[in-house]
């Protein structure tokens, strides 16, 4: 754990008052465990569930294949949906409707499935180029099917503790052909003693689209639009798969700039093969360091801090990103993706944003990469694949 005192050093070299100094110390602290060493790398019990999906949606399609898996994708984008009593029964009780009216897709073909590898286990992707299609995914599966706006710079969501009524019902049927009671008093008993275990009913997947990342045009960063949908939509994949990591692995998922850094570096790597700061400020706002461009991504995770330490803030996240472009090289330089994927989430996410924006950035990188390197070396690495 960094000396709070060192960290309060930096945050004063980039003036920050004793006010700005302990709200930073709160924003900036580092959640991460790195003591876990349960054989995490195996897949979760949701993904078996999910290649039957996969395997199902290569005959029907996608849509088709869902619309028979998730309830939500009965159930049509309507204001009010939600409250009705058809839907109540349906996604808190598991209760099929007996119609089967669901969401319109203006391209339902286009809505692709993937089970990709990463370094945690395989996750769930569903991922779509038309962005009416991706919002109606979105408010299906995250916003209770109704039809509440969404932000045109949002191109990927990570759905985390999703209740799937149809791994319920699945078990429901195998708990039935192993007990001589089966009876609904039964399952009401037995379903009660399911709640508790999450893992066997809950799962997570990313919903993605190819839009412009962070709504920066092609023509910002030299790119012709095709190629910047393209890797637009591996930015977001690597980025949400990085959140996966950190909380499956390590245990946190936070709205914070550390977590935005560490994604984002992850998702321009994973695109392109080397970081780009001019990139990630863009995307942030800060491309016109030391103006701020109001509405820029780094208000969406300002949380409460100040109005001061939120131009703190500003300055860190724009020294971080350059130190990372510039002392960072190491973490790409790893041939073998699966290590090198983990090598750099366990280096970065032992780091501050302090020690990451400090004129001892290099030597911090070096320590965390020699840590994160002795713990990869422990620990097997799964094969992306």
Same mark, same amino acid.
């Given at each position: #754990?960094?000396?709070?005192?060192?960290?309060?050093?930096?945050?004063?070299?980039?003036?920050?008052?004793?006010?700005?100094?302990? %709200?930073?110390?709160?924003?900036? %602290?580092?959640?991460?465990?790195?003591?876990?060493?349960?054989?995490? $790398?195996?897949?979760?019990?949701?993904?078996?569930?999910?290649?039957?999906?996969?395997?199902?949606?290569?005959?029907? =399609?996608?849509?088709?294949? $869902?619309?028979?898996?998730?309830?939500?994708?009965?159930?049509?984008?309507?204001?009010?949906?939600?409250?009705?009593?058809?839907?109540?029964?349906?996604?808190?009780?598991?209760?099929? /409707?007996?119609?089967?009216?669901?969401? &319109?897709?203006?391209? /339902? &073909?286009?809505?692709?499935?993937?089970?990709?590898?990463?370094?945690?286990?395989?996750?769930?992707?569903?991922?779509?180029?038309?962005?009416?299609?991706?919002?109606?995914?979105?408010?299906? $599966?995250?916003?209770?099917?109704? /039809?509440? /706006?969404?932000?045109?710079? #949002? =191109?990927?969501?990570?759905?985390? =503790?999703?209740?799937?009524?149809?791994?319920?019902?699945?078990?429901? %049927?195998?708990?039935?052909?192993?007990?001589?009671?089966?009876?609904?008093?039964?399952?009401?008993?037995?379903?009660?003693?399911?709640?508790?275990?999450?893992?066997?009913?809950?799962?997570?997947?990313? $919903?993605?689209?190819?839009?412009?990342?962070?709504?920066?045009?092609?023509?910002?960063?030299?790119?012709?639009?095709?190629?910047?949908?393209?890797?637009?939509?591996?930015?977001?994949?690597?980025?949400?798969?990085?959140?996966?990591?950190? *909380?499956?692995?390590?245990?946190? #998922?936070?709205?914070?700039?550390?977590?935005?850094?560490?994604?984002?570096? #992850?998702?321009?790597?994973?695109?392109?093969?080397?970081?780009?700061?001019?990139?990630?400020?863009?995307?942030?706002?800060?491309?016109?360091?030391?103006?701020?461009?109001?509405?820029? *991504?780094?208000?969406?995770?300002?949380? =409460?801090?100040?109005? *001061?330490?939120?131009?703190?803030?500003?300055?860190?996240?724009?020294?971080?990103?350059?130190?990372?472009?510039?002392?960072?090289?190491?973490?790409?330089?790893?041939?073998?993706?699966? *290590?090198?994927?983990?090598?750099?989430?366990?280096?970065?996410?032992?780091?501050?944003?302090?020690?990451?924006?400090?004129?001892?950035?290099?030597?911090?990188?070096?320590?965390?990469?020699?840590?994160?390197?002795? &713990?990869?070396?422990?620990?097997?690495?799964?094969?992306? &694949?």
């Amino acid at each position: #754990m960094t000396d709070p005192s060192y960290r309060a050093s930096v945050l004063a070299a980039f003036d920050a008052g004793p006010a700005e100094v302990e %709200e930073l110390l709160v924003y900036n %602290e580092n959640p991460f465990d790195h003591r876990c060493r349960d054989a995490v $790398l195996d897949d979760e019990p949701f993904v078996r569930a999910w290649r039957v999906y996969a395997d199902e949606a290569v005959r029907e =399609g996608v849509v088709g294949c $869902l619309r028979r898996r998730l309830v939500q994708l009965r159930f049509p984008i309507r204001k009010g949906i939600s409250e009705t009593e058809a839907y109540r029964l349906a996604t808190r009780r598991g209760v099929w /409707p007996d119609t089967d009216e669901g969401p &319109a897709f203006e391209d /339902p &073909a286009g809505v692709r499935l993937r089970l990709h590898p990463t370094p945690a286990g395989h996750v769930p992707v569903l991922a779509t180029e038309n962005r009416a299609d991706f919002v109606t995914l979105v408010r299906a $599966l995250t916003r209770r099917n109704e /039809p509440v /706006p969404l932000p045109e710079a #949002m =191109g990927a969501a990570m759905v985390v =503790g999703y209740n799937n009524w149809d791994r319920i019902r699945a078990y429901r %049927e195998a708990w039935a052909g192993r007990v001589s009671d089966a009876s609904e008093a039964a399952w009401r008993q037995e379903f009660r003693r399911l709640i508790p275990q999450k893992e066997k009913y809950q799962d997570r997947f990313v $919903l993605l689209s190819d839009g412009p990342y962070s709504a920066v045009p092609a023509e910002r960063l030299g790119l012709d639009e095709r190629t910047w949908r393209q890797l637009s939509l591996v930015i977001r994949r690597e980025h949400e798969c990085a959140h996966y990591y950190t *909380r499956r692995v390590l245990g946190a #998922m936070r709205n914070n700039m550390l977590d935005e850094l560490i994604a984002d570096y #992850m998702g321009i790597t994973g695109a392109i093969g080397v970081y780009r700061a001019d990139w990630f400020l863009r995307f942030v706002g800060l491309e016109a360091y030391p103006v701020y461009r109001v509405g820029g *991504r780094l208000e969406n995770y300002r949380g =409460g801090l100040s109005d *001061r330490a939120f131009r703190v803030l500003q300055a860190l996240v724009y020294h971080a990103a350059c130190n990372l472009e510039r002392y960072g090289s190491v973490l790409t330089a790893v041939s073998d993706e699966a *290590r090198r994927i983990t090598l750099a989430l366990q280096t970065l996410t032992r780091l501050t944003l302090e020690e990451l924006a400090s004129k001892d950035a290099a030597d911090h990188l070096e320590r965390a990469y020699a840590e994160a390197a002795a &713990a990869v070396l422990m620990e097997p690495v799964q094969a992306l &694949a």
